[in-house]
């Protein structure tokens, strides 16, 4: 089914590893982005991308690294996890950059990741 | 800048009676305003979305919002709630089109 897809959906980590999750969307969308959840908080924005090559940081970037080497994927990096890190992380895309006010989103299933 | 104010943070409501969620924003620009559900351990789906266009919208699953201006209001309301409706709804604003704004989200409840 099209749409996009995170891997892995739980993880446990403990103090200062690293980790790479995955976002692959395969509807040829040109945004991708990045939020955490946590819990009173709504969605957060880390880092995003209007396209392949380009990103830029959004409200918390701090401890998270990104890349865009091809249109598809959108992975976020964990440079040394801490607990604050401890939240449900979603990756959305859209048509386009400049048009999500009529597209919208489109949202992964998440990643619960635990820091230990 | 824009924001988001969710002016409850759960809501219960007895199954067949209305639901009303209400939803204020802040806004430089002529905003766009989204409302998403997310049922529990799961991802966040499309309600409805204004986008200056009908004030009044509707969406998904019966339910449906109003874009008031003068109120800087977009509250969302279903006639009729079902169990299936349990779940946290956000509101969302962006007033530049890649960056969206979420509210702390609102919890429903429906009693049987």
């Known amino acids: 089914n099209a749409g996009v897809t995170q891997t892995p959906k739980f993880q446990v980590l403990k103090t200062g590893q690293s980790m790479t999750l995955q976002c692959a969307q395969d509807?040829?969308?040109?945004?991708m982005s990045w939020y955490r959840q946590d819990p009173g908080m709504g969605l957060r924005l880390i880092h995003y991308?209007?396209?392949?090559?380009?990103?830029d940081q959004g409200e918390v970037p701090n401890g998270y690294n990104v890349s865009r080497s091809t249109t598809e994927d959108f992975p976020l990096r964990l440079l040394s996890a801490a607990p604050s890190q401890t939240s449900v992380y979603f990756c959305?895309?859209?048509?386009?950059?400049?048009?999500?006010?009529?597209?919208?989103?489109?949202f992964g299933s998440g990643t619960r990741l635990t820091v230990v | 800048a824009q924001s988001v104010t969710q002016l409850d943070s759960h809501v219960s409501v007895s199954e067949g009676t209305p639901v009303l969620l209400r939803c204020n924003y802040s806004?430089?620009?002529?905003?766009?305003l989204f409302w998403y559900v997310q049922h529990p351990n799961k991802g966040l789906q499309l309600l409805l979305k204004?986008?200056?266009?009908?004030?009044l919208v509707k969406g998904i699953n019966g339910f449906e919002a109003e874009f008031k201006k003068s109120e800087t209001s977009f509250h969302l309301t279903k006639p009729s709630a079902h169990m299936s409706d349990a779940a946290e709804y956000f509101c969302?604003?962006?007033?530049?089109?890649?960056?969206?704004?979420f509210g702390a989200g609102t919890t429903v409840t429906v009693r049987a």
């Open positions: 959305a895309s859209s048509y386009s950059s400049t048009g999500v006010s009529n597209y919208g989103y489109t």
């Open positions: 509807m040829n969308h040109e945004y």
């Open positions: 991308s209007v396209g392949a090559g380009i990103t």
């Open positions: 806004s430089s620009y002529s905003p766009s």
């Open positions: 204004y986008t200056s266009a009908a004030t």
């Open positions: 969302v604003v962006s007033d530049r089109d890649y960056k969206l704004s």
